[in-house]
């Protein structure tokens, strides 16, 4: 991931969004994790320890599913979703494999990523082009500079992200995104009420609670016999005698 943001970024911006996105998605967890303690008196992770470099392989994972021209990704070889929807798919399946892991730590990673691929942090805290392009002549990195690897900042501005999305379609964004959870929960409520209840009440296959006119009477038989024996195991004759013909109770079981 960063191999490839690094080539169309330029080293200089890349780093920047390195330690930037470290800076943030601490900050965010921590702020979450407040938040939390404050409201809802959920005191858990303000006890748990969380360190290492996943929050910004997702806020990066962001950034490159969305600027990637693939249209769809794989999810460990097991399905395929939208490039935009792969950071979310990859947060469920590996909390779904590894319950372990800091879910608020990665979701804090995609929350940052997605104000950077927005335009909000190139326009807040983020240097500009110009200043990154500066940077690259600085005589004090011409050492690091001159190392093949080193990428610089492109001339026509392409490092910044601002140009391919608007931070004002944010907010229409979140609005889609929201929309799109509360459709998955509605089909996901609505194929339980199906397996449960049945599909509207016409539905033959699933019953719950519907006995036929035999069943009734058999069963009202066997609660008088019970009541009528007091009790006493000596006392049963066995099953009564049930009105229905033969003929109808075989034309019933077929």
Same mark, same amino acid.
């Given at each position: 991931? *960063? ?9 200089? $911006?890349?780093?920047?969004?390195? @330690? ?12 979450? &994790?407040?938040? =939390?303690?404050?409201?809802?008196? /959920?005191?858990? =992770? ?10 910004? =392989?997702?806020?990066? +994972?962001?950034?490159? &599913? ?6 769809? %990704? ?13 950071? /979310? ?13 800091? @879910?608020? *730590? ?6 940052? *990523? ?30 690091? &500079?001159? %190392?093949? *690897? ?14 391919? $999305? ?9 609005? %889609? ?11 996901? =409520? ?10 509207? $009440? ?41 009105? +229905?013909?033969? &003929?109808?109770?075989? +034309? %019933?079981?077929?």
């Amino acid at each position: 991931i *960063g191999s490839l943001l690094e080539k169309r970024f330029g080293t200089l $911006r890349h780093l920047f969004t390195v @330690f930037v996105g470290m800076f943030l998605t601490s900050s965010t967890y921590i702020l979450v &994790a407040c938040l =939390l303690s404050w409201i809802f008196r /959920w005191d858990n =992770l303000m006890y748990q320890h969380s360190l290492g470099f996943s929050g910004v =392989l997702f806020q990066l +994972s962001v950034l490159e &599913a969305n600027l990637s021209p693939n249209s769809t %990704r794989s999810v460990f070889g097991m399905v395929q979703v939208p490039a935009y929807l792969y950071p /979310w798919a990859l947060l469920v399946t590996l909390q779904i494999f590894m319950p372990q892991i800091s @879910f608020v *730590g990665h979701l804090s990673g995609i929350f940052v *990523g997605t104000l950077q691929l927005y335009g909000v942090l190139d326009a807040l805290i983020l240097p500009s082009d110009e200043y990154l392009r500066m940077m690259d002549d600085w005589p004090s990195l011409q050492r690091i &500079a001159s %190392r093949e *690897g080193y990428i610089r900042t492109p001339a026509d501005g392409s490092s910044s992200i601002s140009h391919v $999305r608007d931070p004002s379609s944010l907010v229409s964004a979140i609005r %889609r995104g929201v929309g799109m959870i509360l459709k998955l929960v509605k089909d996901f =409520l609505e194929t339980i009420r199906v397996i449960i209840f049945g599909r509207g $009440r016409g539905n033959e296959n699933i019953g719950f609670g519907h006995r036929t006119d035999h069943e009734d009477t058999v069963t009202d038989a066997l609660i008088d016999n019970e009541v009528n024996a007091g009790g006493d195991d000596d006392d049963w004759a066995g099953l009564p005698s049930v009105s +229905s013909s033969s &003929a109808e109770v075989e +034309s %019933r079981i077929v």
